[in-house]
């Protein structure tokens, strides 16, 4: 909305300069004569949007950045009107310009318009019409130290970020040329760090006031690498730029940088597998839709993964090359294709995988399903250290199946020199119903409050999935048993509040700087979680969280499939990172 008009001379200061015979400055809301030059200042105002809307003004400064090639105008700013609340730099667009550059000091006569959605947030912007170029000059950069209290005293000024912004999401990066960096560290999801609601507000005030989008002047799509990166690949999430050169702009409905010169990258290091105390090892990985086509070399593009078999071929070999890295004796999986337990199979491929070269892996083989989702869970282990006890057990009732994929439970023992080394555990894979609001309606509709959608579905499928874990559902009569996998869920939120009070125990406690397996908008969380019964969690030698995907550069396509020609590393074998937990039995 528009900004009333800011009162420059009240009452009380007139007559104060009446008296003592001071100059008071020009009054902007004054009448003026054609050729009397405004400061910028006077045009910003201290509001929103311009307080001299839609009047005609002549204002005269030095271009900072012209970029009228790719956002339609260039920037300008003057000296200053000495009052620190307005901004002294503005956006202006015209129909007809000469070939200006940073450094020509123009002249300007034109209305003032404000450009953008003014429920978001507005640029406020010169449509000029007559431009004079008068000679050259230069403006120093305003130096920020911290997050400013507001951005808008700064709209369209060069500034210069002596602080360190730390890069924290790639997401519009490909398509719009813009990555998310933040002063003080990451930004985290809210609901990883507190409760919904009014907890997880104030973390989201907090992301919004030390947000910094660096963006690289230009608004058309896909715009190939990105000029700042200055030739280098796309930096990993984590990684430190300082001294960050660019104007300040309001676009798109948020306030923005818009680079003047290329990012000096600190980059963040590629951690080594995690290594856990304990002499069982169990991992947790959503693998982020493998599907093999038919199994024999067609059926591509898959649904909803590999779009060729030298994508599946990647994607197999970075997946294996992650559970490798890992070494874990039993492993849960998430995102697999519902497609059976034959040869043919996903699943029965991603362990002829791991064996290659010799080794021991087995799957649990539940007979069909679980459910009839197209994606399924699944429970993998090494022949040589574990021994399947009894049938498996899974779970159809209510959300299951329906939205929550169907849980997978199987008992094991412990295995040294093919004789039983410890005591029967259960094991159980879970991925509940993913935030997309398709299809939301009612309670599982986005409540506001930092959960987004289907939240009552999940909190269900968390309910019933304890009421089951209480029935003994594998029939073993063991009180030792983990419940993990991708819950779709933060740690603050209520399905792991409610797990956590049904006496679970999270083996990786979150709070603040604590590890995340996920990022989402430049916002980093825990969507996957291992949960211990109190008899198991007595257990509990270690659990890490091996950051070799979520804060990798995607190179995999939007549904899946990673890009086809890579060597067989683990970095982004998946959109989610995998969870290693150690336990002493």
């Known amino acids: 909305m528009h900004a009333v008009p800011r009162v420059r001379f009240p009452a009380l200061l007139l007559a104060a300069c009446l008296v003592a015979g001071c100059e008071l400055p020009p009054d902007p809301a004054a009448p003026r004569a054609p050729g009397d030059v405004l400061a910028i200042g006077a045009v910003q105002g201290t509001g929103e949007a311009s307080p001299l809307l839609d009047q005609h003004v002549t204002v005269e400064g030095v271009v900072t950045g012209n970029f009228a090639r790719y956002l339609g105008g260039w920037f300008v700013q003057d000296g200053g009107d000495g009052d620190p609340a307005t901004s002294d730099g ?36 010169l449509q000029a ?22 951005w808008e005293r700064y709209e369209g000024m060069r500034v210069r970020i002596e602080a360190p912004l730390t890069l924290g999401g790639q997401h519009q990066l490909s398509r719009h040329g813009v990555l998310h960096a933040s002063f003080g560290g990451r930004l985290s ?40 990166l200055d030739g280098q690949p796309p930096p990993r999430l984590g990684s430190v730029a300082r001294g960050v050169e660019g104007i300040v702009d309001q676009r798109w409905g948020e306030m923005r940088l818009q680079l003047t010169a290329p990012l000096r990258i600190e980059p963040a290091n590629r951690p080594p597998p995690p290594t856990v105390p304990g002499n069982l090892r169990l991992a947790v990985l959503n693998l982020h839709n493998l599907f093999n086509g038919d199994g024999r070399g067609g059926g591509f593009p898959t649904a909803r993964g ?33 497609d059976g337990y034959g040869p043919d199979s996903s699943l029965a491929q ?22 009839g989702d197209a994606i399924r869970v699944a429970l993998v282990y090494r022949r040589s250290r574990l021994r399947p006890l009894g049938a498996p057990a899974t779970l159809e009732d209510g959300p299951f199946g329906r939205r929550s994929r169907v849980p997978l439970a199987q008992a094991f023992v412990p295995q040294a020199g093919g004789r039983d080394a410890g005591p ?65 869920a933060y740690s603050q939120e209520d399905p792991l509040r409610l797990l956590r009070a049904e006496g679970w125990v999270d083996a990786l406690p979150a709070d603040r700087g604590g590890p995340h397996s996920f990022v989402f908008d430049g916002l980093a969380g825990r969507l996957d979680h291992a949960l211990l019964s109190p008899a198991l969690a007595r257990h509990l030698a270690g659990a890490a969280v091996w950051h070799a995907n979520a804060d990798e550069p995607a190179n995999v396509r939007d549904r899946g499939a990673n890009v086809g020609d890579r060597q067989a590393t683990p970095w982004r074998s998946s959109d989610h990172d995998p969870l290693l937990v150690g336990l002493a039995l």
Not at 191 to 200: R, S
């Open 424 to 488: 029967a555990f259960v094991l159980v894979a879970n991925h509940f119903k993913s935030k997309g609001c398709g299809e939301a309606t009612g309670a599982d509709a986005d409540q506001g409050d930092g959960q987004a959608c289907w939240n009552a579905t999940r909190v269900d499928s968390a309910r019933r999935l304890a009421a089951w874990m209480a029935s003994d559902p594998t029939g073993t009569g063991t009180d030792l048993a983990a419940i993990v996998g991708d819950f779709n």
């Open 189 to 228: 999801t809210p609901t990883e760090l507190a409760p919904p609601g009014e907890g997880a507000a104030r973390v989201a005030a907090d992301n919004a006031r030390r947000l910094v989008p660096l963006d690289d002047a230009r608004a058309d799509t896909n715009p190939g690498p990105a000029w700042y």
């Open 306 to 338: 590999a779009r060729t078999p030298a994508q599946l071929r990647a994607q197999l070999d970075a997946l294996v090359a992650t559970l490798h890295g890992l070494d874990p004796h039993v492993a849960a999986l998430m995102e697999l294709e519902n």
């Open 129 to 150: 019409g007559r431009i004079e170029v008068v000679g050259r000059g230069a403006v120093a950069p305003v130096v920020l130290e911290a997050p400013p209290a507001d």
């Open 350 to 371: 991603l362990v002829a995988a791991l064996n290659a070269g010799g080794g021991d892996w087995a799957f649990v083989d539940a007979g069909h399903g679980p459910g």
């Open 90 to 125: 503005l956006f202006v667009v015209a129909d007809h310009a000469p070939e200006l550059r940073a450094g020509d000091r123009v002249r300007l006569h034109g209305r003032v318009v404000e450009h953008g959605d003014r429920a978001r947030g507005t640029l406020t912007t």
